[in-house]
């Protein structure tokens, strides 16, 4: 069995498959199932602690680099003095060396893809659970969860003497008051003081 054999068997289909998987909406129990295998088929150890994740990541990116130094070392060395059938041959194993090339692309690629997203989905759903909890709080000290924070816009925006909220009971004004009035009058920014 050629190395690049064992590359499209074996290096090629989890990535793919768990990829399509994480992308698709599914329900929460079953993205919770599917992200619990991710999990330890990603973290699983391989030789002294390293990951699986983190060692298929590093064996696809030197076979991705090692076909892309062995592609151009193939075109550079293309001689125009070749009669037909050794031009054949030697594009036969350029155009084999770069399939071999896009092969290991896809595949370093396609893991590094699986990490992201196992990574993205699981701040995702971790980020869904404290909005729930928090809702749930919400509802809990007597807000209803559905009330705005804040009254809806109406009128001009700032600068204008109009309300901008209109709640029941509550005017806001729009514009800020002066800066001599929110200023501490006994200090004075950027100068000394006389003495």
């Known amino acids: 069995m050629s190395s690049w054999k064992i590359v499209v ?11 399509l998987l994480l992308i698709l909406p599914m329900p929460r129990i079953v ?3 599917l992200l619990s295998f991710a999990k330890n088929f990603l973290f699983l150890n391989v030789a002294g602690g390293i990951k699986l994740v983190h060692f298929m990541l590093l064996v696809t990116g030197i076979t991705f680099i090692g076909a892309m130094v062995h592609t151009h070392k193939l075109r550079q060395d293309l001689d125009p003095t070749l009669t037909p059938n050794q ?3 030697v594009l036969a194993r350029i155009w084999r060396e770069e399939r071999n090339f896009w092969i290991s692309a896809l595949t370093f690629l ?15 759903l971790s980020l869904q659970n404290k909005v729930k909890s928090l809702e749930a709080a919400l509802r809990s000290a007597g ?6 924070s804040a009254p809806p816009l109406h009128g001009k925006v700032a600068g204008s003497k109009k309300p901008v909220h209109e709640a029941p009971g509550k005017v806001v004004e729009a514009s800020a008051p002066p800066l001599e009035e929110t200023r501490d009058s006994s200090k004075v920014i ?3 003081k006389a003495a």
């Open 9 to 19: 068997d074996f290096f090629l289909p989890p990535p793919l498959i768990l990829t």
């Open 31 to 33: 993205k919770q199932g």
């Open 87 to 89: 031009r054949t041959a």
């Open 110 to 124: 396609l893991w590094g893809l699986l990490y992201r997203f196992y990574l993205l989905t699981m701040d995702h």
């Open 143 to 148: 807000g209803s969860g559905t009330e705005p």
């Open 190 to 192: 950027g100068k000394k």
